[in-house]
Each structure stands twice: as structure tokens, then as C-alpha cells.
């Protein structure tokens, strides 16, 4: 019996061990340009679309999409075949990525600078109210992390029944990566990436807790893009939340969200 004990006890210990060889380790955010602007010309704010399919269009300043990222990040992360993209967040769903063709994509001397984008939610939605957020990222996957380059707003379909209570001027929290499928190789990271709107995080104020497999807790105090290390191949799991000082739970729908992905 105390043989078995110790066996029992010796398996678990190795597999906290093995769990823990996952790493999250802080990287600076991707250098951009100031004049990148994204805004959203429809739906507008608080306006009421008459038919479940519902369309955007937006428009995008000083960002090319489509093309792969030119950086040294680019390398070291898997990049998606859409190349830099627009992230499109329908309430809590997971993002889908949008590119061109654009509608306007030059200017009159034939510079890229302003275009304009047109495209229908792939998904019917329900009667009321929406939440509609939007911002460029790199061909990997990382948000550009100015004011400026993310836009939120709400609408309603058929009517403005309540479905969720969310305010777009309180702290909260949007995910963005990792989702989908990725193709790693050796010791490759994978990208833990969100957006923060109307809060700060800090060492004795707001903090973002991320759990991995529901197993693998930690704590972030700095807002920036972080690499997971040590993912098996298959799927996993993972959770991000808004907290106060105290940790406790921000109020709000985004504030707690969780995402799968599958490594290969």
C-alpha cells in the first residue's frame, strides 16, 4: 500500500511538473505608426438594422492589409495566408478576419493612405441589441495597440431588446489571440494577445489573469503581447479576466472570456 501511495504521488508530482514547462514570457509591443486610424462607418451608433444579416463597412488610414508584416516578429510567429487583416469581434464571439479589395484603396497620387471596407457578418444575428468591435493586426496576429487603431460600438436588429447589458465606457477587456489553428514548429511560441480599453494595468491596480488548459494560472500586470512556450501539440484552452485590485472580477461580458486552439 505505501509502495502504491509513493507511485501515486511521484505521477503527480511529474505531471505538475510537465505542466508547468509552459511559459508565458512578456514581449514589447510591435513598433507601428501614429497616423494608423480605423473607424467604423456602419452600422452606426445605436442604429437599427431592419434584417438579421447585417453589413460593416469601415474605414482604415495608413495600414496596408494583405501582405505579410515586415518585421522581425513575422519570423518567429505563425502568420495567417490573409496577411495583416482586420479583426472583427460580433459581441463575445471569436474574431474573423477581413481584407481587401477595398473600395477606395489610394489616394489621388496613388499612395496607399485611406480605404474603405464593405462586408457582411457571416452569421445571422438575433433581435437587439449588438456589440461591434474592430481593429488591424499584423499577418500574425498581434492588435496595433494605439488609441486610435480600435473602435467599438453598439447597434440593434429588428429591435432594441436588451439581450446583454455591456458599457462601452467602463474597463474592459478584448481577446484577440491565440484562436484557430497553428502550425509549429520546435520550441515555436504561440501569441497571447488582447486589447485593454479604459483601463490601466499595474503592479497595485488592474491586472489580467490568464489560465491555460484550466490548469495554469498567471497573472499580468503589463499590457502588452506575451509568447506561450511549451504547448503540446492538440488542443488547449484558454482563459482570460478583467480584475480589480483585489482580484476580484471586473463586471462585464468581455471581461471573462474563454477561447480554444489546437497546435499541429
Not at 2 to 17: N, Q, W
Amino acid at each position: 500500500m505505501k509502495l502504491l501511495i509513493k507511485c501515486v504521488f511521484l505521477f503527480f508530482a511529474f505531471s505538475l511538473c510537465a505542466k508547468q514547462k509552459v511559459q508565458l514570457v512578456p514581449v514589447k509591443s510591435a513598433v507601428q505608426s501614429e497616423n494608423v486610424r480605423i473607424y467604423i462607418v456602419y452600422p452606426e451608433e445605436k442604429e437599427i438594422e431592419k434584417n438579421k444579416d447585417v453589413w460593416v463597412q469601415l474605414r482604415l488610414r495608413g495600414y496596408p492589409i494583405g501582405n505579410i508584416t515586415n518585421n522581425d516578429r513575422a519570423k518567429e510567429l505563425a502568420n495567417s495566408s490573409l496577411g495583416q487583416s482586420i479583426h472583427v469581434v460580433v459581441d463575445n464571439n471569436v474574431y474573423f478576419a477581413r481584407t481587401g479589395p477595398s473600395l477606395a484603396p489610394y489616394d489621388e497620387e496613388g499612395n496607399f493612405y485611406e480605404a474603405m471596407y464593405r462586408f457582411k457578418i457571416p452569421y445571422s444575428l438575433s433581435q437587439g441589441n449588438h456589440f461591434l468591435r474592430v481593429f488591424p493586426a499584423r499577418s500574425y496576429g498581434e492588435s496595433l495597440k494605439e488609441e486610435k487603431c480600435f473602435v467599438a460600438t453598439t447597434f440593434y436588429v429588428q429591435n432594441k431588446r436588451i439581450n446583454e447589458k455591456m458599457n462601452l465606457s467602463s474597463p474592459y477587456l478584448t481577446y484577440n489571440e491565440p484562436s484557430g489553428y497553428f502550425k509549429l514548429y520546435q520550441k515555436d511560441p504561440v501569441l497571447l494577445d488582447f486589447y485593454l480599453s479604459n483601463v490601466i494595468l499595474s503592479e497595485d491596480g488592474y491586472k489580467v489573469r490568464v489560465t491555460i488548459d484550466n490548469t495554469i494560472k498567471r497573472i499580468l500586470t503589463k499590457w502588452v503581447p506575451y509568447y506561450i512556450y511549451g504547448l503540446k501539440k492538440g488542443k488547449h484552452s484558454l482563459r482570460l479576466e478583467l480584475l480589480d485590485k483585489n482580484l476580484k472580477l471586473l463586471p462585464g461580458i468581455f471581461n471573462d472570456t474563454k477561447r480554444s486552439f489546437n497546435v499541429y
